[in-house]
């Protein structure tokens, strides 16, 4: 089957499937980025389109690129198709995810997710690989305070780890405080922690933590009804800075 096979069929898959929750782990926008890296939920109750530019330590050419495009399914659900892209003219690394997430009851939200990824190169000795993961996600809300949530996807590319995840929570002491963390296992085991102040319901200051590597995280955003923008920094003790803006829009 060919690349535009794999990914109607992973399409098609999630539209059908009766349950990704309101995130999925693999389109990091500046907000979560500033966050030191945790995720943090989707607007569900609107369409939301929103696009990503990361700029990797600085380098030439070396940027990450990603849109997402969420939808309401009605009250208790939402879809979402997210495209990355890393790389330069000589190498590539894309991914195209989908997934569902439905509202179980008014406490757990709880869904699936398709990934296809991609990796390639303008080298004549190297063939491009390609491959299809899939995951669950779950969310709980357990007072508006708090809530937690934990994925788990397979990693067909990874031998030493095929199976990653994170679980986490976030915890809300006044309306405008946010403070989440998280512990991932990827290619390692990492904590991240982050921290959100938003002023007047507009405008947020965000910073936040992560390690192995140890990675301090800033970002400020400011959003309304209709559209938001972000912006962040991830500053790596030896790699140096990582600029990344978003625009997003509620329609």
Same mark, same amino acid.
């Given at each position: ?45 609107? =369409? ?26 009605? #009250? $208790?659900? %939402? ?5 990355? #892209? ?32 991609? /990796?390639?190169?303008?080298?004549? #000795? ?9 995951? /669950? ?22 031998? =030493? ?10 915890? $809300? ?52 009804? #209709?559209?938001? %923008?972000?912006?962040? =920094? ?18």
């Amino acid at each position: 089957m060919n690349k535009r096979g794999v990914l109607l069929l992973a399409l098609l898959a999630a539209a059908l499937c009766p349950a990704a929750a309101q995130f999925t782990p693999t389109a990091q926008n500046a907000r979560e980025g500033a966050l030191g890296g945790c995720l943090v939920s989707l607007p569900s109750n609107q =369409t939301f389109v929103d696009i990503s530019w990361r700029q990797g330590f600085l380098a030439a050419g070396m940027a990450t690129k990603k849109l997402n495009v969420s939808l309401p399914l009605g #009250h $208790r659900g %939402i879809t979402t198709v997210r495209y990355s #892209h890393f790389g330069d003219g000589a190498y590539h690394e894309q991914q195209a995810t989908a997934g569902i997430g439905m509202a179980v009851n008014e406490w757990l939200t709880a869904g699936v997710y398709a990934i296809y990824s991609n /990796i390639g190169t303008n080298d004549a #000795h190297y063939d491009s690989q390609h491959w299809l993961d899939g995951g /669950i996600a779950l969310q709980t809300v357990a007072s508006k305070t708090f809530s937690a949530y934990l994925t788990a996807n397979s990693r067909r590319w990874s031998t =030493t780890r095929p199976i990653g995840g994170r679980l986490g929570a976030t915890y $809300r002491p006044t309306d405008g405080l946010l403070t989440v963390a998280e512990l991932a296992a990827d290619e390692f085991t990492r904590f991240r922690c982050g921290m959100e102040y938003t002023y007047e319901h507009h405008l947020a200051a965000r910073i936040g933590l992560a390690t192995n590597p140890l990675k301090m995280t800033f970002g400020m955003g400011y959003s309304d009804s #209709h559209y938001h %923008i972000d912006f962040a =920094t991830e500053v790596h003790p030896t790699l140096g800075l990582s600029p990344q803006i978003s625009l997003g829009l509620c329609l």
